[in-house]
């Protein structure tokens, strides 16, 4: 039992550091718990750490035994399964390199140190974006750079969301004076 709440709390701290990683650091929010009873900072709430908890409690029940025994055949035949695993651990650190890239890129097109980047909902407006990429695609220059243009629709995206939050911040100075008249 100590074993499943040790991993359930692990598992929430290292859910709370990689939030903050990409927050603070790279101002980005890969998830976002604010709507979620009893959160903190958006980045963790007790309904995932149960969540968590519960994962942890399935490995330990019915994953760790297996587990041990695969490491044990693993560091018996490490010579002959040393390939598979390089090959594997190859397309995990170019995934990673891929990943933190786009990151990168997202937060260079965004280039506002107070703004934070929602990445799900950039994912909808790009995916919507490319959609619209690929139905005119060039015939002059079909391998023409798009860098840019993933800068560009980034950009797009962040000016309309300033809008947003202008037109609603008006919307809040207004009500509140009209609070104010009302008294």
Same mark, same amino acid.
Request: proline share 3%; aromatic share 16%.
């Given at each position: 039992?100590?074993?499943?709440l040790? +991993? /359930? *709390?692990?598992?929430?701290?290292?859910?709370?550091?990689?939030?903050?990683?990409?927050v603070?650091?790279?101002?980005i929010?890969?998830?976002?718990?604010?709507r979620?009873w009893?959160n903190?900072?958006?980045? *963790?709430c007790?309904l995932?750490?149960?969540?968590? +908890?519960l994962?942890?409690?399935?490995?330990?029940?019915?994953?760790?035994?297996?587990?041990?025994?695969?490491?044990?055949f693993?560091?018996l035949h490490?010579?002959?399964?040393?390939?598979?695993l390089?090959?594997?651990s /190859?397309?995990?650190?170019?995934?990673?390199?891929?990943?933190?890239?786009?990151?990168?890129?997202?937060?260079?097109?965004v280039?506002?140190?107070?703004?934070?980047?929602h990445?799900?909902?950039?994912?909808?407006?790009?995916?919507?974006?490319?959609a619209?990429?690929?139905?005119?695609?060039?015939? +002059?220059?079909?391998?023409?750079?798009?860098?840019?243009?993933?800068?560009?629709?980034?950009?797009?995206?962040?000016?309309?969301?300033?809008?947003?939050a202008?037109?609603?911040?008006?919307?809040?100075l207004?009500?509140?004076?009209?609070?104010?008249?009302?008294k």
């Open positions: 039992m100590l074993e499943i040790s +991993l /359930g *709390i692990a598992l929430t701290l290292i859910e709370l550091i990689a939030g903050l990683i990409f603070k650091g790279m101002k929010r890969l998830w976002d718990y604010s979620q009893g903190f900072m958006g980045l *963790i007790p995932f750490s149960f969540f968590w +908890l994962g942890a409690a399935l490995y330990v029940l019915l994953l760790s035994g297996p587990f041990q025994d695969m490491g044990a693993f560091a490490y010579q002959a399964l040393s390939y598979p390089g090959l594997f /190859g397309i995990l650190f170019v995934d990673m390199a891929y990943s933190l890239g786009i990151a990168r890129k997202l937060r260079e097109a280039n506002d140190p107070k703004f934070v980047a990445w799900e909902k950039t994912k909808l407006a790009l995916r919507d974006y490319y619209k990429l690929k139905a005119k695609q060039s015939f +002059l220059l079909p391998f023409f750079n798009k860098n840019d243009q993933f800068k560009e629709a980034i950009r797009e995206q962040v000016e309309e969301l300033k809008k947003k202008k037109a609603a911040y008006e919307g809040y207004q009500k509140k004076e009209g609070d104010k008249n009302k």
